[in-house]
Structure formats: structure tokens, C-alpha cells
């Protein structure tokens, strides 16, 4: 059973920056590896997304060139740098993990078989 823990939320002020990390334990062997949102009275919303080798990301067009994410199998984690905060991006951020088979379109929710708990990202001033 593959356990996602998140980390690393708080609050920021716009133009601000916070790293999420996501910890996963148990079989996460060619797992993609996902970020998606959850504001209040929304649907959770795909943010970013890498392939299990890292090679191929994917960005929600909202958050290009201000998010990152990386991945460290060696350690079982997945890192979202977010810089040049804005209040819109102010939502419960959860880690998404997904077994081999499902393609290369990272964006998907239903194709994610494995969820964090949620951190709390508040962007105000």
C-alpha cells in the first residue's frame, strides 16, 4: 500500500514563495507522481505532474513558470517549489500517486490511485 505524507505548507505573502514536499512509503516503483488543489466550494484541480523517471513534466497553465516540481526516487519524495505567489493559488495542495499503465497525460485526477492527507497553502498579504 503506497502512503503519501505532505509538507511544507503555511502561509505567504504575494510575490512569496513555499516548497511542498511529498514523502511516499510503500511500493511507489514506476509511480507517476501528481500535485493537485483544492480551494473551498472547488473541485480538486490538477497542478503539476512528473513521470516516475523524472524526464517529462507537466504544468497546470496557471502555475507555468512560477511552480517547479522535481522528484528524488532515492529518496522517495517529490518537491513543488512554488515561487511568485498569488492569492488564487491559496488551497489545500494534495500528493497524488499512480501505478504504470495509464499514459503519458499526468492531468488526469481519476487515474491517481493514492492520496495525501492535504496541506493547507494560504496566500494573502
Known amino acids: 500500500q503506497v502512503q503519501l505524507v505532505e509538507s511544507g505548507g503555511g502561509s505567504a505573502q504575494p510575490g512569496g514563495s513555499l516548497t511542498l514536499s511529498c514523502a511516499a512509503s510503500g511500493p511507489t516503483f514506476m509511480h507517476d507522481l501528481a500535485w493537485f488543489r483544492q480551494a473551498p466550494g472547488k473541485e480538486r484541480e490538477f497542478v503539476a505532474g512528473?513521470?516516475?523517471?523524472?524526464?517529462?513534466?507537466h504544468y497546470e497553465d496557471s502555475v507555468k513558470a512560477r511552480f517547479t516540481i522535481n522528484r528524488d526516487n532515492a529518496e522517495n519524495t517529490c518537491i513543488l517549489q512554488m515561487n511568485g505567489l498569488k492569492p488564487e493559488d491559496s488551497a489545500v495542495y494534495f500528493c497524488?500517486?499512480?501505478?504504470?499503465?495509464?499514459?503519458?497525460?499526468?492531468?488526469?485526477?481519476?487515474?491517481?490511485?493514492?492520496w495525501g492527507q492535504g496541506t493547507q497553502v494560504t496566500v494573502s498579504s
Open positions: 512528473i513521470n516516475y523517471h523524472g524526464d517529462r513534466a
Open positions: 497524488a500517486a499512480r501505478p504504470p499503465g495509464f499514459g503519458i497525460d499526468l492531468t488526469t485526477r481519476g487515474t491517481y490511485s493514492y
